[in-house]
């Protein structure tokens, strides 16, 4: 196994012997904080598994979708997507994609696609209802 | 723990700060200022109880024995005070006593609002007392437990007339001149205003931006202008052997469209699971809105119910978004803060399904 792959199983492990060994033996007041913790955990494991395969996804969707990006951001790097990010959002408040048409299409594509990405990590439960 | 230790033994509250109340000479001065306004000799706090819920406020339940005069007797209140972290948007302890005095004139269910009091001097924080209504509150009982609430339809029949009695006060008011009204229309203010807290945040967010251009483009032509709650959903009344019995936590009240208040009430994020239950997770929209509109005398355009259920979702996404801010810039480190940070994709999801299918 190889050390990435091995410190997630211990997140998972432990996350295991959270919920299995010590919130039966808690007392009522501390279950909430105990499924928070159980929860955190579960959505770190699924961040880690994404890793930045979407990140790069989402930063070669939102190139199409904004004029001109320069040179330095068509590299990805989270610093570019955040910049391009702040860009497209600019664009929509300025009435970019209210006509619409293939380039509505693409932004609603686009917004779908990245919104479920995120919830695939945050609540994979609410992704299937 | 004993309610003597709880009085006098200089307690802790649940996050492990030493709470005014629970200071002698706080009591003490608090006891003097109802004896003052209920024209009485003596005053003795029998027992003292932090009640859960609120970060913004503090409401403790008090039973107090008042020794003669016109109100004799054993009395069962909450007192209500700021908590160390205030928000903006909310109203003071004043705005909403004032607030809660109109309303419980409409009659509108809510706990009778009793005394203000803005004098620091007497517990350190402005507070007000109102009487302590019974019932169950907590949201995911109501919405699963169906012994608690027997009958679904009555319930959502009350909370629909409740709310048409809030949407009754309208501007002006002689008694509410401390709330204003948004001068381009409540549905505009609420876009532009989410707008200034979303460019307060580090990152960007393109899925509750394209919801909020949505929005200004879709928003009424006309808007009635009413009070509104400001937060009515399940979670923020109480139910008493199946019946409506309060509305409580009116601190985001104001001057609003008051389709926001249905809205906010059917958004889906608010059925705490249940989501077959349009009506707060607790019973049927059209049980709901049969008793709105038998009180109010008005028909709910349902088209303009939905735009207001996609404001919703949006609302609550900022408010997750700055609630996690607080946890990620260091002001307030909290797992129950970041981890409300991890619910703006559903929320976010929610509002594209409901604008993306019905396109502008």
Redesign the interface.
């Known amino acids: 196994m190889s050390e990435a792959a091995d410190a997630r199983d211990l997140l998972a492990i432990a996350r295991t012997t959270l919920l299995e060994q010590v919130l039966p033996a808690l007392p009522e007041a501390h279950r909430y904080?105990v499924l928070?913790?159980a929860?955190?955990i579960g959505?770190t494991l699924r961040a880690i598994e994404a890793d930045n395969v979407t990140l790069r996804g989402e930063h070669g969707s939102?190139l199409g979708l904004v004029d001109r990006a320069p040179a330095e951001l068509r590299s990805f790097s989270t610093e570019a997507l955040?910049v391009l990010?702040?860009e497209?959002?600019a664009a929509?408040?300025a009435?970019k994609?209210?006509d619409?048409g293939e380039l509505g299409e693409r932004?609603?594509v686009?917004?779908?696609e990245?919104?479920?990405d995120?919830?695939r990590v945050?609540?994979p439960k609410?992704?299937a209802? | 723990m004993n309610t003597d230790t709880l009085i006098r033994g200089g307690v802790n509250d649940v996050d492990g700060r030493v709470c005014p109340l629970d200071a002698a000479e706080s009591r003490d001065r608090l006891c003097a200022f109802i004896a003052a306004a209920t024209r009485a000799n003596a005053v003795e706090v029998r027992a003292l109880r932090k009640l859960s819920g609120g970060a913004i406020q503090e409401n403790w339940a008090i039973d107090v024995m008042i020794a003669d005069g016109p109100q004799q007797g054993v009395h069962e209140w909450v007192l209500r005070t700021d908590a160390p972290s205030s928000v903006a948007t909310s109203l003071t302890r004043a705005q909403e006593f004032a607030v809660l005095r109109v309303a419980f004139a409409a009659l509108a269910l809510v706990a009778e609002p009793l005394w203000l009091c803005e004098d620091r001097a007497v517990i350190g924080r402005a507070f007000f007392l109102m009487r302590r209504l019974p019932g169950i509150a907590a949201g995911h009982r109501l919405a699963r437990d169906d012994a608690l609430i027997p009958n679904r339809e009555r319930l959502a029949l009350q909370l629909g007339a409740n709310l048409a009695r809030v949407h009754a006060v309208v501007p002006p008011h002689a008694d509410l001149s401390l709330l204003t009204v948004p001068a381009q229309g409540p549905a505009l203010h609420q876009i532009e205003s989410a707008?200034a807290h979303l460019d307060l945040l580090p990152?960007?967010?393109?899925?509750l931006?394209?919801g909020?251009?949505w929005c200004e483009?879709n928003r009424p032509a006309t808007e009635r202008v009413t009070l509104v709650h400001g937060d009515y959903r399940t979670g923020n009344y109480l139910v008493d052997h199946g019946e409506l019995v309060g509305v409580l936590d009116w601190e985001f009240a104001g001057w609003g469209n008051p389709m926001s208040d249905i809205g906010w009430c059917f958004a889906r994020c608010w059925r705490f699971g249940r989501?077959d239950l349009r009506a707060g997770g607790v019973g049927e929209a059209e049980d709901f809105l049969a008793g709105y509109e038998a009180v109010s005398g008005t028909r709910v355009e349902r088209d303009e119910l939905q735009y207001w259920e996609v404001m919703a979702h949006l609302r609550w996404a900022l408010i997750a978004l700055q609630q996690a801010e607080r946890h990620r810039s260091g002001e307030e480190r909290s797992?129950?803060l970041?981890?409300t940070g991890?619910?703006?994709?559903?929320l976010?999801?929610e509002a594209?399904s409901l604008t993306?299918a019905v396109?502008?």
Do not use: C, K, Q, Y
Request: overall charge positive; glycine content about 4%.
């Open positions: 904080d928070m913790i929860n955190a959505i939102v955040a990010n702040a497209l959002v929509i408040r009435g994609f209210d619409g932004l609603h686009h917004l779908l990245t919104v479920r995120r919830l945050d609540n609410a992704l209802r | 707008r990152a960007a967010h393109p899925a931006e394209w909020l251009r483009r989501d797992l129950e970041a981890l991890r619910m703006v994709s559903a976010e999801l594209l993306v396109r502008s």
